[in-house]
C-alpha cells in the first residue's frame, strides 16, 4: 500500500521559514511529478508548486521567488522551503506524487502551517 507522509508544518511569525517534507513509501516502480497543494477552509484547493522526475519546477505567482520545491528521488521524498512567509499563506499543506506509467495521483494527509502577523 502507498502512503505519502508529510512533516514539517507548524506556527511561525510573518517573514519566518518552515521546510515540509513529503515521503512516499510502499511497492512504488516510479514516481512521476510530484507538488505540494494547499487549501483554506472554504476555498478550493490550489496548486502551491510542483516538479518532474526530471527537476522541471513550476510555482503558483504568489509562492514565486519565496518558496523552493525540490526531491530526491532515492528517498521519494519531496521537499517545500518556504521563506518570508506570509498570513496569507496559513493553510493545510498537501503533498501529491503520480505513480507509475498511469500517472495514478496520491496525497498525503496535510500538515497545518499558520503564519502569524
Known amino acids: 500500500q502507498v502512503q505519502l507522509v508529510e512533516s514539517g508544518g507548524g506556527a511561525v511569525q510573518a517573514g519566518g521559514s518552515l521546510r515540509l517534507s513529503c515521503a512516499a513509501s510502499?511497492?512504488?516502480?516510479?514516481?512521476?511529478?510530484m507538488g505540494w497543494y494547499r487549501q483554506t477552509p472554504g476555498k478550493q484547493r490550489e496548486l502551491v508548486a510542483t516538479?518532474?522526475?526530471?527537476?522541471?519546477?513550476n510555482y503558483a505567482d504568489s509562492v514565486k521567488g519565496r518558496f523552493t520545491i525540490s526531491r530526491d528521488n532515492p528517498k521519494k521524498t519531496v521537499y517545500l522551503q518556504m521563506s518570508s512567509l506570509k498570513p496569507a499563506d496559513t493553510a493545510v499543506y498537501s503533498c501529491?506524487?503520480?505513480?507509475?506509467?498511469?500517472?495514478?495521483?496520491?496525497w498525503g494527509q496535510g500538515t497545518q502551517v499558520t503564519v502569524s502577523s
Open positions: 510502499g511497492t512504488i516502480f516510479s514516481i512521476n511529478t
Open positions: 516538479i518532474t522526475s526530471g527537476g522541471g519546477t
Open positions: 501529491n506524487a503520480e505513480l507509475g506509467n498511469a500517472r495514478i495521483p496520491y
